[in-house]
């Protein structure tokens, strides 16, 4: 079976650019969660899809939305991007919201110049 | 709120010798504790959680984790690393209210031939 997998893997955007990242889940997962690598740190949560609704969200600016499609893919969005958005981007997903791991793609690595 | 703290930057030991990564937590709940691995430029593995039950988990690649409540303490544990060990650790928590996990900072692992 195919892991997660994330489109684009490397992306270079200049500030105030706009930015969309794409996520297709494990089939039949349905609980999609979008997490911020910067580098030399831990992943930040970003916001957490299940069944197509928004179930929680990070501590990050309003630049940032996200939705998830009838098919359980989902993508992240980032207006009016900063030099602090370089990061490492990173989809999950899982079976349930529950005690499940969440599985993760191998994220698509974001440069602002 | 849920925090993790794992208190070593880097952690390193010989090929051969038994290897201890520490992570400490603090949850409102009760605690759903993990621990990932990442290689360079990849996503998180999963290792192995602990939910409930017997203290001592074991996971993938003959890695073991020890739960503490007393101590709010997850750390993982191997009999005898490998210079193939040699990456990213990150321990998470998630308890009953969250919808998200909460990474720790990481641990550098280098296992010396």
């Known amino acids: 079976d195919a892991g997660v997998t994330q489109s684009p893997t490397h992306l270079i955007k200049t500030r105030g650019q706009h930015v969309t990242l794409r996520c297709s889940p494990i089939s039949g997962h349905k609980s999609v969660s979008w997490y911020q690598q910067v580098l030399g740190q831990g992943p930040q949560f970003i916001f957490q899809y299940y069944e197509k609704e928004e179930r929680g969200r990070g501590n990050f600016p309003d630049r940032f939305s996200a939705r998830q499609f009838p098919n359980y893919s989902s993508e992240l969005n980032v207006n009016a991007l900063l030099l602090g958005d370089s990061a490492l981007y990173l989809c999950?997903?899982?079976?349930?919201?529950?005690?499940?791991?969440?599985?993760f793609g191998n994220g698509t690595r974001l440069t602002v110049t | 709120a849920q925090s993790v703290a794992q208190p070593e930057d880097q952690v390193n030991v010989a090929e051969g010798n038994p290897l201890t990564v520490k992570c400490t937590y603090s949850?409102?709940?009760?605690?759903?504790l993990f621990w990932y691995v990442q290689y360079p430029n990849r996503g998180l593995q999963f290792l192995l959680k602990?939910?409930?039950?017997?203290?001592l988990v074991k996971g993938s690649y003959g890695f073991e984790a020890e739960f503490n409540k007393s101590q709010t303490s997850f750390h993982l544990k191997k009999p005898s690393a490998l210079v193939s060990d040699s990456a990213l650790y990150f321990c998470a928590v998630r308890d009953d209210y969250g919808q998200n996990f909460v990474f720790g900072p990481g641990t550098r692992l280098s296992v010396l031939p």
């Open positions: 602990y939910i409930t039950g017997d203290n």
């Open positions: 999950a997903s899982s079976l349930v919201t529950g005690n499940s791991p969440l599985h």
């Open positions: 949850v409102s709940g009760n605690p759903y």
